[in-house]
């Protein structure tokens, strides 16, 4: 069966556009494996500390919002789970003191960076300038503890 080249496309637009359709094909070809290299980055263990600076600090961005805080450093060689609602650390001495919850989180896989927005929690000062931190990947929290967080 023979196809029908509209009267509007010339041989040479149509021979023009089966090689931009070859070059497309070829362009994601080569682009797949990157993505790829992306997905094989190893989940980081429990436990693993990211510390940030805290470097923008807002009162109520937002009309109804609350204050927030929004910290972001480099370096990550291991792959993140960090979530919303998960713990903002601060440790003073020994001690690691919950400082606020995640409220957005950013993963720049090229530049290997993470960039987090926190709540602070209630009675807790955090300013510009502070180091605090987050783990890349919590243990799973049981089912029943689950509502305390």
């Not at 190893?42 to 436990?47: D, I, K, N, T, V």
């Not at 805290?54 to 370096?75: A, I, K, M, N």
């Not at 003073?92 to 957005?104: L, N, S």
């Not at 960039?115 to 180091?131: H, S």
Request: with cysteine.
């Amino acid at each position: 069966m023979q196809r029908r080249v509209p009267s509007c496309v010339s041989p040479a637009g149509l021979a023009r556009a089966s090689m931009a359709a070859v070059l497309i094909v070829a362009g994601n070809a080569v682009s797949a494996p990157a993505a790829d290299a992306q997905a094989s980055l190893q989940l980081a263990p429990h436990g693993t500390r990211f510390e940030f600076e805290v470097t923008e600090s807002h009162d109520s961005e937002y009309l109804g919002d609350t204050p927030s805080h929004v910290g972001r450093d480099g370096g990550l060689t291991v792959r993140p789970n960090v979530a919303l609602g998960d713990a903002v650390y601060r440790t003073a001495g020994t001690e690691p003191r919950i400082v606020g919850r995640v409220t957005r989180v950013e993963w720049n896989r090229v530049s290997g960076s993470l960039e987090v927005e926190f709540d602070p929690e209630p009675f807790v000062r955090v300013a510009v300038g502070d180091e605090v931190w987050v783990d890349l990947n919590p243990k799973p929290v049981p089912p029943d503890a689950a509502g305390d967080r």
